[in-house]
């Protein structure tokens, strides 16, 4: 099983905003230094989680240099950088890779519904345009189509810098088939907090995580207590931590972590932004019950 590439667990993290919507800088460090010291080997900025949808590209590159000075080269850095444009995405990785990024999540385009071979074509168009290493980001749910485990193999094969994939089209079938037709030294990262442990039986390596914004540990547990061939203890931990990553979805992503990170750290991650609502009352009673069951907030 080859080494994940940029840590065992990295955390999408959340873009705290203030109260007048705009992003809180200050929370964001502090957020980060939490995580670090909370389970998380490495932090992925401004993915979907982070809410970079909504952020105008002025917010994304100022946040991006605020987190990356503020870490410092504690953690490896990975930044957001996909688009349903290719040519938008080149762009954005050019000022990511500006910014001083350790490398690029990048999803397969949106809405549009590319061929394979459109996959092919825009992946490799933007690992020419890197020496970043790059995550391919395969989220069917997301972006309305499928990466076919035998196009990441292909783009594996020819481009060096393509160095991971976050497999999240919650099938253990295709996460196997990946590990077969792959080369040992793609990691395969697992995009559902809830499939880590049967994603990790056919060859992943490693999760980027929403939960892991308020609870890492657990999910470092699960992987840990597998890795170490206790799989009778790693599903015991699982079936503690599923119930957890669960209520994180009651209401889209990220709704739910946003208010779980306010709770749990103290630091105000703020609402989401237009379309996204803030997690509603009823929603916001069964958090608070699972994060006390848990132990997380009194």
Same mark, same amino acid.
């Given at each position: 099983?080859?080494?994940?590439?940029?840590?065992?667990?990295l955390?999408?993290?959340v873009?705290?905003?203030?109260?007048d919507?705009?992003?809180?800088?200050?929370?964001?460090?502090?957020?980060?230094?939490?995580? /670090?010291v909370?389970?998380?080997?490495?932090?992925?900025?401004?993915?979907?989680?982070?809410?970079?949808?909504?952020m105008?590209?002025?917010?994304?590159?100022?946040?991006?240099?605020?987190?990356?000075?503020?870490?410092?080269?504690?953690?490896?850095?990975?930044?957001? &950088?996909?688009?349903?444009?290719?040519?938008?995405?080149?762009?954005?990785v050019?000022?990511?890779e500006?910014?001083?990024?350790?490398?690029?999540?990048?999803?397969?385009?949106?809405?549009?519904?590319?061929?394979?071979?459109?996959?092919?074509?825009?992946?490799?168009?933007? &690992?020419?345009a890197?020496? /970043?290493?790059?995550?391919?980001?395969?989220?069917?749910?997301?972006?309305?189509?499928?990466?076919?485990?035998?196009t990441?193999?292909?783009?594996?094969?020819?481009?060096?810098?393509?160095?991971?994939?976050?497999?999240?089209?919650g099938?253990?079938?295709?996460?196997?088939?990946l590990?077969?037709?792959?080369?040992?030294?793609i990691?395969?990262y697992?995009?559902?907090?809830?499939?880590?442990?049967?994603?990790m039986?056919?060859g992943?390596?490693g999760?980027i995580?929403? /939960?892991?914004?308020?609870n890492g540990?657990? /999910?470092q547990?699960?992987?840990?207590?597998y890795?170490?061939?206790?799989?009778q203890?790693? &599903?015991?931990l699982?079936?503690?931590?599923?119930?957890?990553?669960?209520?994180?979805?009651?209401?889209?992503?990220?709704?739910?972590?946003?208010?779980?990170?306010?709770?749990?750290?103290?630091?105000n991650?703020g609402?989401?932004r237009?379309?996204?609502?803030?997690?509603?009352?009823?929603?916001e009673a069964?958090?608070?019950?699972?994060?006390?069951?848990?132990?997380?907030?009194?």
């Amino acid at each position: 099983m080859t080494r994940p590439y940029f840590g065992r667990l990295l955390t999408a993290m959340v873009t705290p905003f203030n109260a007048d919507g705009s992003v809180n800088y200050e929370a964001g460090c502090q957020l980060a230094d939490w995580l /670090l010291v909370n389970g998380t080997d490495g932090l992925v900025i401004e993915g979907s989680t982070g809410e970079a949808a909504t952020m105008d590209m002025d917010e994304k590159i100022k946040f991006m240099k605020t987190i990356v000075k503020h870490i410092n080269g504690r953690a490896p850095i990975v930044a957001g &950088a996909g688009t349903n444009c290719t040519a938008s995405t080149i762009e954005l990785v050019k000022k990511m890779e500006a910014c001083g990024v350790d490398g690029l999540l990048v999803v397969g385009p949106y809405y549009n519904k590319p061929t394979q071979e459109g996959y092919y074509q825009h992946f490799a168009a933007v &690992a020419k345009a890197t020496k /970043l290493p790059i995550i391919v980001y395969n989220v069917p749910g997301r972006t309305g189509s499928n990466i076919a485990p035998a196009t990441v193999a292909r783009l594996a094969q020819e481009f060096d810098n393509i160095v991971a994939i976050k497999e999240a089209a919650g099938s253990v079938a295709q996460t196997a088939d990946l590990y077969r037709v792959l080369p040992e030294r793609i990691s395969i990262y697992s995009g559902d907090d809830g499939l880590i442990l049967p994603f990790m039986s056919v060859g992943a390596v490693g999760l980027i995580s929403v /939960l892991a914004n308020c609870n890492g540990q657990i /999910l470092q547990d699960v992987m840990q207590a597998y890795s170490e061939g206790r799989v009778q203890d790693a &599903a015991e931990l699982n079936k503690k931590m599923v119930p957890l990553a669960k209520a994180m979805f009651m209401e889209s992503n990220p709704i739910p972590i946003k208010a779980a990170v306010t709770k749990v750290t103290g630091i105000n991650a703020g609402s989401p932004r237009l379309p996204l609502t803030p997690l509603c009352a009823d929603c916001e009673a069964k958090l608070d019950a699972i994060l006390k069951e848990y132990g997380m907030m009194k």
